[in-house]
């Protein structure tokens, strides 16, 4: 409820955070907000709809790279593309890893598997040198905290800001 008594409407985006190439961010922070993209396409396959995976995609998500497929959260197209040779700590335009964009679209599916794969947990990376873990707690995303956590993610490592 808002304080005039009236109740908000849910929002029907959830929040997309893509690169610096594909949008205009602030300069003083991480931000890459986008909305999803909602269509009749179905659910990627092994995503999780509470926070695991985009709920619906309006693409053929085949020809998305790695890092697009993860802020997407089509779990299979990143599956595929791992299992074929891509490192999991390979670092992209931004210097940010895989996990990055795992944590801050709040892909639970994808950071267990990441870390499955080996990912870094504490890897820096971005203009302000943070972790996934910060990453997620800027976005409230406390079930990815909290995962992250349950990970090893050292909540002492301090970013650039």
């Known amino acids: 409820m ?5 109740e908000e409407e849910p929002n029907p985006c959830s929040a997309l955070y893509l690169t610096s190439s594909s949008r205009p961010q602030s300069e003083a ?4 907000e986008v909305p999803s993209l909602r269509g009749g396409a179905s659910e990627p396959s092994g995503s999780e709809p509470s926070g695991g995976g985009d709920v619906s995609v309006a693409r053929d998500v ?6 697009r497929a993860t802020q997407y959260g089509a779990f ?3 599956k595929e593309l ?6 999991v700590n390979q670092r992209d335009a931004e210097n940010v890893t895989l996990l990055h964009w795992a944590a801050i679209n709040n ?14 947990v ?5 203009d302000l040198q943070s972790t996934p873990l910060h990453w997620a707690t800027r976005q409230g995303h406390l079930p990815m905290v909290i995962l992250l ?4 993610a050292d909540p002492a490592i301090l970013d650039g800001e």
């Open 2 to 6: 808002r304080g005039d008594g009236a």
């Open 29 to 32: 922070t991480d931000e890459r």
């Open 62 to 67: 085949s020809d998305l790279d790695v890092v």
């Open 76 to 78: 299979e197209r990143c």
């Open 82 to 87: 791992i299992e074929s040779g891509f490192n």
């Open 107 to 120: 892909r639970r599916d994808l950071v267990k598997y990441y870390i499955g794969k080996g990912a870094n």
């Open 122 to 126: 504490d890897a820096v990376g971005g």
């Open 149 to 152: 956590m349950h990970h090893r």
